[in-house]
């Protein structure tokens, strides 16, 4: 979990599991908004079908961006060695930007889109906005 302060909200950011998904696909990025001493009901960071998986987030000028990796599809193997080969063929990476006046995220897209392992997404700020960094599966 990651916890943020932007304006006078404290937003956390977290993984989580939903046991009405099938394995491949329950895990999910949400989020939960501090205010008034009352911490909201998770909400999903991208609404979709497909799974979530490592993220990061910052604060960059007063604006909290988050980027992370994400299904491209929804998952269908279970075996364990298929649904490793499934995961690893269908890895994405998203970003995201808090919209402060509607109190949710906004500008939820991917990034990538090429059928290979992007994993493990940093953000870095650079002053004037945000970089993301990756690893990508391909061989150099």
């Known amino acids: 979990p990651k916890l943020h302060q932007v304006g006078d909200r404290l937003i956390l950011l977290m993984l989580q599991d939903d046991p009405a998904r099938a394995i491949g696909n329950h895990t999910r990025l949400v989020y939960s908004v501090l205010e008034n001493g009352v ?34 599809k929804p998952m269908e193997q279970s075996d364990a060695a298929a649904l ?19 109190g949710a995220f906004a500008d939820q897209r991917y990034i990538t889109s090429d059928q290979t392992l992007d994993m493990m997404p940093r953000i870095a700020g650079t002053g004037s906005g ?3 960094f990756y690893n990508d599966g391909r061989a150099y």
Do not use: H
Request: hydrophobic share 40%.
């Open 39 to 72: 911490w909201s009901e998770p909400e999903l960071v991208m609404p979709s079908d497909t799974a979530d998986y490592f993220f990061d987030s910052r604060v960059e000028n007063g604006q909290l961006y988050v980027t992370w990796q994400k299904a491209a």
């Open 84 to 102: 490793l080969e499934e995961v690893t063929a269908n890895s994405e990476i998203c970003v995201a930007r808090w919209d402060d006046a509607a």
């Open 130 to 132: 945000i970089s993301c």
